[in-house]
C-alpha cells in the first residue's frame, strides 16, 4: 500500500496463515508527515509476553508522539500478534520470533514473519528503535543495546537518555543481526520483565522516543523534550551473578544500583527456614538486572552486574 505525504494509515501486514486458514495479519500505523524526511520504525512485542514495551507504543501512539512534523513513522507494537494473545514469548510452535531473521517465505510460522518484515518493512526504514523487556522474571534497568564500535549508534542511543548503555553483540538471526547486515541502525531497548507493566520503564521508553524523535527534528513542537536526570552509564563489559544452590530467593538490591565488592545483594534460603547464605557481589558494579523469581534453582542468573563502565556526557 502506498502512503501519500499528509496522510496517515493503519495497514495490516499480511504475515502468515496457521494451518486452518486463519489469516495472520500484524497492524501496522504509518504516519507520513507533508515533509520529507526520515523513516523511523518502531517496533514491540517481538516476544509476546514483553508488554512493556507494547505499552510505550501504545502511549507514543495514543499520545500522538508518532504523528512526525517532518518524515515518517512506521509503529508496530504488536509484532507477534500470537504470542501476544496467550501471554507467551514464543509462537504456537514454540519457535522464537527473534531467532528466525531475515525469515523465508516457506519456512516456519516465526520465518515467515521475519520474512514479511524484511521483505516489506525493513526496506523503508531509516532507523529502527526495538522494544524488549527481560525475560521470565529477569527485571532489566531500562538499558539500550548496541553492537559496539559505532559513535553515530552512540550518539542516538544517548540522545535517547536511557540510564544504561550495554555493549553486546547482535544474538545470531535476530531482527538486529539482520539490521547489522543490512546496515539499518537499531536501537534495541530493554526495561522491565515480561508479563509486566512498571511505569518508570514506560516513562524511560517513550521518553526515549521524544528526544529522539525531537535530535532527528520529527517530533512536533506541541511536546516537550525533558533532558535525562542522568549521565549514561556505558557497560562495556558485564557478567552473570548465579545462584550457588537452589531456593527461595530474596534480592536486597534494586535494579539500577551500584553495588561495592563483597556486599550482600541478595539471600538464597530453603523453604523450611533452615539454611539461608547470603549472595555477595563479586565485584563493584552497577547491577542492570534482578531476577525477581521467588524461587531459582542453582545456576540460575540472580543478577547481572557490571564489570568494566564508561561514564558519558549526554547529548541533545
Ligand atoms: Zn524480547
Not at 501519500?4 to 499480511?14: N, T
Not at 521467588?294 to 558519558?312: C, K, M, N, W
Request: hydrophobic share 35%; with cysteine; glycine share 8%.
Amino acid at each position: 500500500m502506498e502512503v501519500v505525504p499528509g496522510q496517515s494509515a493503519q495497514a495490516r501486514l499480511q504475515v502468515a496463515h496457521l494451518h486452518n486458514r486463519t489469516p495472520i495479519e500484524v497492524p501496522v500505523f504509518i504516519e507520513h508527515s507533508i515533509k520529507p524526511g526520515p523513516t523511523l520504525l518502531l517496533l514491540a512485542g517481538i516476544h509476546g509476553d514483553e508488554v512493556n514495551g507494547i505499552e510505550i507504543l501504545r502511549q507514543c501512539i495514543a499520545k500522538g508522539i508518532t504523528k512526525p512534523r517532518k518524515g515518517t513513522t512506521i509503529c508496530i507494537p504488536v509484532v507477534n500478534v500470537i504470542g501476544y494473545v496467550h501471554n507467551q514469548r514464543d509462537l504456537p510452535d514454540g519457535r522464537d520470533l527473534n531467532r528466525a531473521f531475515p525469515g523465508k517465505k516457506t519456512g516456519s510460522l516465526a520465518a515467515q514473519i521475519a520474512h514479511q518484515l524484511t521483505q516489506w518493512v525493513l526496506p523503508h526504514t531509516d532507523l529502527v528503535v526495538d522494544f524488549h523487556t527481560g525475560g521470565a522474571q529477569r527485571f532489566n534497568a531500562p538499558q539500550i543495546r548496541l553492537s559496539g564500535d559505532d559513535p553515530e549508534l552512540l550518539k542516538k542511543a544517548k540522545v535517547f537518555g536511557a540510564p544504561f548503555v550495554i555493549y553486546n553483540k547482535p544474538t545470531p538471526k535476530s531482527l538486529r543481526h539482520t539490521c547489522d547486515k543490512k546496515g539499518i541502525p537499531l536501537l534495541l531497548f530493554e526495561g522491565g520483565k515480561s508479563n509486566d507493566i512498571t511505569a518508570s520503564v514506560s516513562n524511560a521508553g517513550v521518553n526515549g522516543v521524544k528526544r529522539l524523535m525531537y535530535e532527528l527534528k520529527m517530533l512536533s513542537p506541541k511536546f516537550k523534550v525533558s533532558k535525562p536526570k542522568y549521565k549514561t552509564i556505558e557497560i562495556i563489559n558485564s557478567s552473570w551473578v548465579r545462584a550457588s544452590s537452589s531456593g527461595m530467593f530474596k534480592p536486597l538490591i534494586e535494579v539500577g544500583q551500584w553495588t561495592e565488592k563483597g556486599a550482600n545483594i541478595g539471600q538464597l534460603s530453603d523453604p523450611y527456614g533452615q539454611s539461608s547464605i547470603s549472595v555477595l557481589a563479586p565485584n563493584a558494579g552497577y547491577i542492570f538486572n534482578v531476577n525477581q523469581a521467588p524461587t531459582v534453582y542453582q545456576g540460575d542468573a540472580l543478577f547481572h552486574i557490571s564489570t568494566e563502565i564508561r561514564y558519558s556526557q549526554n547529548e541533545g
